[in-house]
Structures are given as structure tokens and as C-alpha cells.
Nanobody, 127 residues
Framework: QVQLVESGGDSVQAGGSLRLSCTFYGYTYSWSSMDMGWFRQAPGKEREGVACIDSYASTNYTDSVKGRFTISKDSAKNILYLQMNSLKPEDTAMYYC???????????????????WGQGTRVTVSS
């Protein structure tokens, strides 16, 4: 069984920073063998893959956040992070973490490839 719980969303000014967290609840062996990602969905837009980290710690980012966002994981605490710097109003969205057992899910970063999802945390960036 796998559960994911996000936290860290807030309302910030453009140029500010936030650090999102996703706590993983499950067996340790599951954590070590999973691909995990961050997705976001803004009103009126489709769900978008933001960042992904696979079981080998290789990462993938959507072009719009490269150089600004960093995905990482703390295996000792079973927590996935998304450090977001230089935030823009376009980053405003509900952010979700997702996970599934590794099967090249980070290569395409498609939401449909992930079975386990958190409830989401809201990020609002004002100009």
C-alpha cells in the first residue's frame, strides 16, 4: 500500500521561493524502487508534468521550470521535495506528487503512467 501527502503550498510574490514536500507512506523497498514526480494543474489547463526523479535518482524537468525548480528526495525520511525558486505567476497551480514502480515513467512524465497520487497543495504566485 502506498500513500502520498503533499505540503508546503502557499501564496507568494513573483520572484519568491517555496519548497514543497511529499511524504511517502509505504514499505521501504517500495520507496527505493519507485519513480516519483511533481505535476501541476492550473484552472482551464491540462495537467502538466513538472519534474520527475527515478529510482536511480536521475531527473527530468519540463522546459518552463529548468534552472528554477529542483526535485530531490530524502530516502532516510521518505520525503520527496520540489524546491521552487524565481517563481512566476504562470507557476500558479495545484501541485500534486505522484509515484509508481519504476518503468521509465520519468522519461515521458505522463500522469497516466502513475498510479499513486497525493491530494495536492496549492501554489499561488502574484505579480
Amino acid at each position: 500500500q502506498v500513500q502520498l501527502v503533499e505540503s508546503g503550498g502557499d501564496s507568494v510574490q513573483a520572484g519568491g521561493s517555496l519548497r514543497l514536500s511529499c511524504t511517502f507512506y509505504g514499505y521501504t523497498y517500495s520507496w527505493s524502487s519507485m519513480d516519483m514526480g511533481w505535476f501541476r494543474q492550473a484552472p482551464g489547463k491540462e495537467r502538466e508534468g513538472v519534474a520527475c526523479i527515478d529510482s536511480y535518482a536521475s531527473t527530468n524537468y519540463t522546459d518552463s521550470v529548468k534552472g528554477r525548480f529542483t526535485i530531490s528526495k530524502d530516502s532516510a525520511k521518505n520525503i520527496l521535495y520540489l524546491q521552487m525558486n524565481s517563481l512566476k505567476p504562470e507557476d500558479t497551480a495545484m501541485y500534486y506528487c505522484a509515484a509508481d514502480f519504476s518503468l521509465r515513467r520519468c522519461a515521458l512524465m505522463r500522469g497516466a503512467d502513475f498510479r499513486y497520487w497525493g491530494q495536492g497543495t496549492r501554489v499561488t504566485v502574484s505579480s
